[in-house]
């Protein structure tokens, strides 16, 4: 969806919908103010009847309110005033965006970003509402034959400010909210993948092509060959029983001063894992797909780290494997021996994640790094 920021005279704002918030009581916010005294109470005697008394989660669609440009008026209910909080007002803000894209309008301008929410900095109220309407849109369809579309989607989003000085503010919270946005949509769209898309190869070849799209990015991939060199005994023993060769991906940012030690973040990338010898029940091991989102939030990360150019070293590392049963696989009482030299008895095969982070761990101690 395509976002920008407007200001001026909200009555006079051109949209198919104009969003505005209302507290409990039918007391309105202030940027609904505007509208009802522009409209000669027309907000106010339209509560009245009964349809809404701002309790949190309702929602209200007017049409051809009288003295504004807009086509409608979408009016949310806020609950207390007093009791506003990031919560009530992500739920508010999800509910407008669902429904105006259900086919209400193509482009809106949301303008609650007047109201006051009691952990949710003013600074920041521009960048979490970008965050959150792209949560509320969003949708796995990759491995889909056939995705039916919607008639009318809401394509654009438009934050109002009331105060023209808040522009520069609200303009760099509007592009932290896309990057962030930007790195969670990775995060889930990898995590979603199923095990025969998303294997270490894969996860591998996509850390390479975000390498290739960020200069100040470095990607290297270690190869089980070059692992075996540095004594990753932990993580190998792992891969053993599959036939995807595991990899250690390394993601290079170098934001920062040349000496300034990297912040490195280390995701375990276990791309499905049946628990191996010691198999998983099979009710829900569809999902240990997802048992790859450690490592799928650090390609996010540094995703959003690299669309918001950060000013710090950060390094991901991502050690990535599947964990299945085979004749080759780990058994329950072997013992393997981890980078740091430390040997390791394997109780339980389903312990994978520990033995493939601990040797990514050791590896990441080259970095010199500031915080793990």
Not at 136 to 161: C, D, G, I, M, N
Request: aromatic share 4%; net charge positive.
């Amino acid at each position: 969806m395509e976002y920008s920021i407007k200001t001026g005279d909200l009555t006079k704002q051109r949209t198919a919908c104009l969003i505005l918030g209302v507290f409990a009581r039918r007391q309105l916010s202030p940027s609904a103010l505007l509208v009802d005294k522009a409209s000669k109470g027309h907000l106010k005697e339209i509560l009245k009847r009964g349809d809404m008394n701002g309790e949190s989660g309702q929602q209200l669609m007017l049409y051809d309110v009288p003295g504004i440009q807009a086509e409608r008026v979408l009016l949310l209910g806020l609950g207390k005033a007093s009791e506003l909080n990031r919560k009530r007002y992500m739920k508010a803000l999800t509910a407008s965006i669902k429904s105006l894209n259900e086919g209400h309008a193509i482009e809106a301008v949301w303008g609650l970003c007047d109201v006051a929410v009691s952990n949710i900095p003013e600074a920041g109220i521009v960048r979490e509402t970008i965050v959150q309407s792209e949560e509320s849109l969003y949708q796995f369809s990759e491995t889909k034959s056939s995705v039916k579309k919607r008639q009318r989607p809401l394509k654009r989003l438009a934050v109002w400010l009331a105060d023209r000085r808040q522009l520069k503010t609200a303009q760099k919270g509007l592009q932290q909210g896309k990057a962030i946005a930007k790195g969670i949509k990775l995060t889930k769209d990898l995590g979603n993948l199923p095990g025969n898309y998303c294997t270490p190869s894969y996860l591998a070849d996509q850390a390479r092509k975000l390498g290739r799209s960020h200069d100040k990015l470095k990607v290297q991939v270690l190869e089980e060959k070059q692992m075996e060199k540095l004594g990753m005994g932990a993580l190998l023993s792992v891969s053993r029983g599959s036939r995807q060769p595991a990899k250690l991906i390394i993601m290079n940012y170098q934001g920062g001063k040349a000496d300034a030690k990297p912040v490195v973040l280390v995701g375990k990338g276990l791309t499905f894992d049946a628990g191996g010898i010691s198999l998983k029940p099979a009710a829900a091991m569809d999902e240990m797909k997802y048992d790859m989102c450690g490592g799928a939030s650090v390609f996010g990360t540094m995703m959003a780290c690299l669309e918001m150019d950060l000013p710090i070293n950060l390094i991901g590392v991502v050690p990535s494997s599947e964990n299945l049963p085979d004749g080759d696989a780990n058994k329950p009482g072997d013992v393997v021996t981890s980078m740091s030299g430390q040997t390791i008895e394997v109780l339980n095969t389903d312990a994978e994640g520990r033995l493939i982070l601990c040797d990514a761990l050791t590896y990441s101690e080259r970095f010199n790094p500031a915080t793990v």
